[in-house]
């Protein structure tokens, strides 16, 4: 085992979260799999959370079961991305009563393929969609003829779904869904379409991105037996104490005012859609792996960690949506150039340009060149492009700002 040094391009997960079961699991494999924390943390996370889903929840809050929709997000091969979902899934099935207690579907083909697994459900049954690629999930959904994306829309907030589809009916009633699956930066850009956006869905997934891990590990390596067992015994042991008696979190007194804050200061961007949601449900489920029994400061301080952070990577993987070839370029540009300058060259290769062809680069170069977005300087034989940035366009958040300060502090 070794160590390169790696120098993040996203933002920087807030490590000091995983705590309690989730801890437990990212220690089982910490060093044995070249697989980042986080992306561990993601995937047990998404499993556990629809695990206890039925049993556990904010009080005076119905959608805040810790059901999530996450995508994780790194470069192909060496992130390990599927490594770190499908650890997570072999643990859960390793449980006693795994299938009966939570229903794996593995792979996605279309909408009402899912719809007729669901109806096969147990009734409060947890089901949890695990994607190879979660760009399958964009391209089936997209398609024309399709129920689309409805169901995971209608899902995410509820548990009961019905829509005529031709000469039938399907209906599904007590479902509690979740989703995980993992893409490259480049492809989870591409993927989505404006049907998707306009939905609302892009704001319904939780998106967890990572740089591979600095180990290279040549033969990865078991985890202590005697250690998965006793976490498989503790997770029965939580899940066995919730099903007795379900939990509803009431936030304690200074946890609410530190909530009250931190909302009233959300801003109005698409990246904030839904963030409450998100803290809602994290809130209760950091509650049930640290096996507390209200939302303490310390697990409202971790939910607004977990937001800003949610909020900054949203920034930086949002998809790319346009009408036509030119357009995705110009976004990319725009993307992988937000202020600043660079060499033509180093561009082109930042953002994979070649793979759109040289012309419809270089189109899109012109096109950003006559609006006025960019200027071009010629160094010799080079090429430099600056980017001309409005100041409301490049500044950070004043939201981010502040609690990125008083959490550190």
């Known amino acids: 085992?070794?160590?390169?040094?790696?120098?993040?391009?996203?933002?920087?997960?807030?490590?000091?979260?995983?705590?309690?079961?989730?801890?437990?699991?990212?220690?089982?494999?910490?060093?044995?799999?070249?697989v980042p924390d986080e992306l561990l943390w993601a995937a047990f996370a998404t499993y556990f959370g629809n695990l206890i889903s039925p049993y556990v929840r904010l009080a005076g809050s119905e959608s805040s079961e810790p059901r999530l929709y996450t995508a994780i997000i790194g470069m192909s091969g060496r992130t390990k991305k599927s490594t770190a979902q499908n650890l997570a899934r072999d643990f859960m099935q390793g449980l006693s009563d795994s299938e009966s207690r939570l229903r794996i579907i593995e792979g996605f083909g279309s909408a009402e393929g899912?719809?007729?697994?669901?109806q096969l459900l147990q009734n409060n049954q947890p089901a949890i969609v695990h994607l190879d690629e979660i760009n399958v999930l964009a391209h089936k959904t997209g398609m024309?003829?399709?129920?689309?994306?409805t169901v995971f829309n209608k899902l995410f907030e509820d548990h009961s779904y019905e829509q005529p589809i031709r000469d039938k009916n399907p209906k599904i009633t007590g479902a509690r869904?979740?989703?995980?699956?993992?893409?490259?930066?480049?492809?989870?850009?591409?993927?989505?379409?404006?049907?998707?956006?306009?939905?609302g869905f892009l704001s319904r997934i939780l998106v967890i991105p990572a740089e591979p891990s600095n180990l290279r590990i040549a033969v990865p390596v078991a985890p202590n037996p005697d250690a998965v067992q006793r976490l498989k015994e503790a997770v029965e042991g939580c899940y066995l104490e919730l099903?007795?008696?379900?939990?509803?979190?009431?936030?304690?007194?200074?946890?609410?005012?530190?909530?009250?804050?931190?909302?009233?200061?959300?801003?109005?961007?698409?990246?904030?859609?839904?963030?409450?949601?998100?803290?809602?449900?994290?809130?209760?489920?950091?509650a049930a792996l640290t096996s507390q029994d209200a939302i303490t400061p310390e697990i409202m301080q971790d939910a607004i960690s977990l937001s800003l952070h949610?909020?900054?990577?949203?920034?930086h993987v949002s998809p790319v949506i346009a009408e036509n070839q030119f357009a995705m370029v110009e976004q990319l540009i725009r993307k992988?150039?937000?202020?600043?300058?660079?060499?033509r060259r180093d561009l082109q290769r930042k953002m994979n340009a070649d793979r759109y062809g040289v012309q419809v680069f270089n189109r899109?170069?012109?096109?950003?060149?006559?609006?006025?977005?960019?200027?071009?300087?010629?160094?010799?034989?080079?090429?430099?492009?600056?980017?001309?940035?409005?100041?409301?366009?490049?500044?950070?958040?004043?939201?981010?700002?502040?609690?990125?300060?008083?959490l550190t502090a």
């Not at 992988?336 to 060499?343: A, D, E």
């Open 1 to 34: 085992m070794n160590m390169k040094k790696q120098e993040s391009s996203f933002p920087q997960f807030p490590a000091e979260i995983i705590k309690g079961f989730a801890k437990d699991f990212v220690d089982l494999y910490r060093g044995k799999r070249e």
């Open 114 to 118: 899912l719809i007729s697994q669901l």
């Open 364 to 406: 899109a170069i012109a096109n950003l060149v006559e609006t006025g977005e960019l200027q071009t300087e010629q160094n010799g034989k080079r090429i430099f492009l600056t980017r001309i940035v409005e100041p409301d366009e490049s500044s950070v958040s004043s939201v981010i700002n502040f609690y990125d300060d008083s």
């Open 336 to 343: 992988h150039l937000p202020s600043g300058t660079i060499s």
């Open 177 to 199: 869904l979740s989703v995980v699956g993992a893409s490259t930066l480049e492809d989870y850009q591409k993927a989505w379409s404006g049907k998707h956006k306009d939905t």
């Open 243 to 286: 099903q007795r008696k379900p939990k509803h979190f009431e936030m304690l007194p200074d946890a609410l005012s530190c909530w009250e804050d931190f909302y009233g200061r959300f801003e109005d961007g698409e990246e904030w859609n839904r963030i409450d949601c998100y803290a809602f449900r994290f809130m209760a489920l950091q």
């Open 310 to 315: 949610q909020v900054k990577s949203r920034l």
């Open 144 to 149: 024309d003829g399709s129920v689309g994306i």
